[in-house]
C-alpha cells in the first residue's frame, strides 16, 4: 500500500460464529465474540479510523492505517475472513500447520480461500510450542522452515511473514527469526507497542508488536485500542507480567530434574 503506512496492529484469535474454534475452549480468554468485533470496528471507523483495505482505493496522502491479524488457524477464521471482506478490511491470517485438517482448524482448501480473498497469510510456527522462547536457535528454524513449506505448498507464494505463538520473544529469539535462512520480512510479536519495534541493528527483519483483544473487553475498549488510547499503560502492565514470567522461566531452568 503506497504512501501508507501500519500505525498500529490488532490481535484477534478465534470467534464464536463457529463452533470450530482451534486451539481455543468455549471459556477461553481469546475466543471473541464477533458482534462485539463488529461493534468496535464501526465505532472506530466512525471515528476516522481507517483499515487496510482488501481491495485499495486511491489515496492522495500518507494515511494511518490499522492491521488485523489473526492467529492459530480455527476454522472460524473462514467467517472471520468473510465477514471482514464484506468490510473491505484485509486481515493477516497465522496458521501453525501441524493442525491443519484436524477437528476445529482450517483445511487446506480453507487457506487457499482465504489467499484467494486477498487475505494475506503467514506462518505461526509448525506445532505451536509455548513458551517458543525457550526453543534453541536450531528448533526455532525447523519449526518455521517446515511451517512456511506446507503453507507454501498450499497457496504457491513465498511466505515472509510469521507470528510468534505465545508472542513472547528475547532478543535472541528475533535474531534467530532473522537469520537469512528463513526469509521472513515481518514478524509478529504480543508486545502491545505502536507500529515497528526496534530492538537491535543484528535484527534485520521488520519487527510489529500487536494489542492482543480479549473475550472480557467490551466493544468501547477494543474501539480505543484500534483508536490507540491505553496502549502505554497495557504496554507497562504487560512488560511486568513478562518479567515474572522470565523469573519464573529461569527458576524452572535453575532447579528442573535432569
Not at 501508507?4 to 470467534?15: K, S, T
Not at 487457499?112 to 534453541?136: A, R, V
Not at 502491545?192 to 519487527?207: D, E, T
Amino acid at each position: 500500500m503506497k504512501n501508507n503506512y501500519i500505525d498500529r496492529v490488532i490481535l484477534f484469535h478465534d470467534i464464536d460464529s463457529s463452533k470450530r474454534i482451534g486451539l481455543q475452549k468455549l471459556d477461553s480468554r481469546y475466543l471473541l465474540s464477533w458482534n462485539v468485533i463488529n461493534k468496535a470496528i464501526e465505532d472506530a471507523r466512525k471515528k476516522s479510523i481507517e483499515f487496510e483495505h482488501l481491495k485499495l482505493k486511491s489515496q492522495k496522502k500518507i494515511n494511518k492505517i490499522v492491521r488485523i491479524t489473526i492467529d492459530d488457524g480455527g476454522g472460524s477464521s473462514i467467517e472471520l475472513a468473510k465477514l471482514l471482506a464484506k468490510k473491505n478490511i484485509k486481515a493477516y491470517f497465522f496458521i501453525p500447520t501441524k493442525f491443519i485438517g484436524k477437528n476445529g482448524f482450517l483445511t487446506k482448501v480453507e487457506i487457499n480461500k482465504l489467499y484467494k480473498m486477498g487475505h494475506k497469510i503467514g506462518s505461526h510456527s509448525h506445532s505451536h510450542p509455548n513458551p517458543f522462547c525457550e526453543l534453541s536457535k536450531f528448533k526455532i528454524i525447523d519449526e518455521v522452515l517446515e511451517s512456511k513449506k506446507i503453507i507454501e505448498e498450499i497457496i504457491d507464494e513465498k511466505v515472509n511473514i510469521f507470528s510468534v505463538p505465545g508472542g513472547e520473544i528475547r532478543k535472541d529469539t528475533l535474531i534467530t527469526l532473522s537469520d537469512d535462512v528463513l526469509e521472513l520480512d515481518e514478524i509478529y510479536i504480543s508486545t502491545p507497542y505502536q507500529g515497528k519495534y526496534f530492538f537491535s541493528s543484528k535484527i534485520g527483519s521488520q519487527v510489529y508488536g500487536r494489542m492482543c483483544i480479549e473475550r472480557k473487553m467490551s466493544y468501547k475498549m477494543i474501539s480505543n485500542y484500534i483508536i490507540g488510547k491505553g496502549w502505554r499503560f497495557a504496554f507497562i502492565n504487560y512488560q511486568l507480567r513478562r518479567f515474572r514470567r522470565e523469573l519464573i522461566y529461569k527458576y524452572n531452568q535453575l532447579f528442573s530434574v535432569k
